[in-house]
């Protein structure tokens, strides 16, 4: 059997350290990496690590010329639509990053190329690769929690101005008439949403059923760094999210599944997973190798594929048809910290805890049609 033939598009930023392990899979002749594009001229190191691949800097060019099996996608959110439809239809399967695309329309041509074409699509929530992940859904499945009441998450990060201005598309809820639709919810904290919601287990179209949503923003930029949002899901579960990005304390974000017998807390980025039982962490899958295994051997479950990110999409799609971000001067944060847990836990939104800074208005989104 032949290695499959990959190409990367994106290699600075997140994108090198797909680089690295894709140059590291071409050494062990696991797969051929038969080209790089980046707008951005390759460093040695990089040159290096592309082992003689062709960088180009028209990724639809060296799709197109290249026709690869495998195309890994580390780009900003709103070129992944036309990338990643453009790489299915040269007979690509992906490894699309995450969030998959700004908006429900943009999954939806997605998913409309994937049905057209059959590929197998990844998106690249690392952290379902968790087998803390794994453990925590066996656990609900399993009825050891009991009848879950809620599911709550939180995100305390602090992102100074090195962060939103490291690209032209970082914090811009809209550019050159595209959806960007970056912000807290939908990209650092992305994770903390998308987990939350696959634990709850809704599936389908509607597998949310509405969201009230507050979002702020302390900086001079058009997406929001604070946010609450309480998501309403198809099983009836109350899933709420507080996060920001001004919190002078940082903390491990943590989604908490609250059960009629006990409550779980999962720390995804340090695949911990804390129960009545103990504290335990656990090892974590690589998606591109999930990938590569899956497309092996289809036995292999894929560990993220294109669907299953649609109820993550439909609060991303709350986020992009609300209002803009209510302005708030950062020394006005009050007991950010505090409030947000408060947040997460009660399933109040951050102006429904009197803080005085919240003053965003009442905002709720509900899928067309409902």
């Known amino acids: 059997m032949t290695s499959p033939r990959v190409v990367l598009v994106g290699a600075h930023g997140h994108g090198r350290g797909h680089l690295d392990q894709l140059a590291k899979l071409h050494a062990q002749g696991s797969i051929e990496l038969i080209g790089v594009a980046d707008p951005r001229p390759p460093c040695p190191e990089q040159r290096a690590a592309a082992s003689g691949a062709p960088w180009r800097r028209d990724a639809a060019g060296l799709i197109e010329a290249t026709a690869p099996d495998l195309a890994v996608i580390v780009t900003p959110v709103h070129t992944h639509v036309e990338l990643a439809s ?9 490894l699309l990053e995450k969030p998959p695309a700004p908006s429900l329309a943009g999954l939806d041509r997605l998913l409309a190329v994937q049905a057209e074409t059959g590929r197998i699509v990844q998106v690249g929530f690392q952290a379902f690769g968790s087998g803390a992940v794994t453990e925590l859904r066996r656990r609900i499945d399993d009825g050891e929690l009991g009848d879950i009441e809620a599911i709550s998450a939180t995100g305390l990060w602090w992102r100074g101005e090195a962060y939103w201005n490291r690209a032209g598309w970082a914090g811009r809820r809209f550019l050159d008439g595209n959806d960007v639709n970056d912000g807290a919810l939908t990209n650092p904290f992305a994770h903390a949403v998308a987990l939350a919601l696959i634990l709850d ?10 969201v009230d949503l507050d979002t702020y923003r302390t900086r001079p930029v058009e997406a929001h760094d604070t946010a609450s949002a309480r998501i309403h899901t198809a099983r009836g579960t109350r899933v709420t999210v507080a996060a920001t990005l001004c919190a002078e304390a940082e903390e491990d974000p943590a989604v908490v599944v609250h059960g009629s017998r006990g409550t779980a807390t999962l720390h995804y980025t340090r695949d911990r997973l804390v129960t009545a039982a103990g504290d335990t962490r656990y090892p974590r899958t ?3 190798d999930n990938l ?15 669907a299953a990110t649609r109820a993550f999409t439909e609060v991303a799609e709350a986020v992009r048809q609300s209002p803009p971000p209510t302005p ?33 208005p009442a905002w709720t989104w509900t899928p067309e049609g409902s």
């Open 86 to 94: 453009a790489a299915m239809r040269a007979g690509a399967h992906l």
């Open 292 to 306: 590569l295994a899956h497309l092996a051997d289809p036995v292999v479950d894929l560990l993220v594929p294109l």
């Open 328 to 360: 708030v001067t950062e020394d006005r944060l009050a007991d950010l910290a505090a409030l947000t847990r408060t947040a997460a836990t009660t399933g109040r939104l951050y102006r429904e805890l009197g803080a005085t800074w919240a003053t965003a």
């Open 201 to 210: 287990g809704s599936a389908g179209d509607r597998s949310v059923r509405g």
């Open 286 to 288: 690589d998606l591109l």
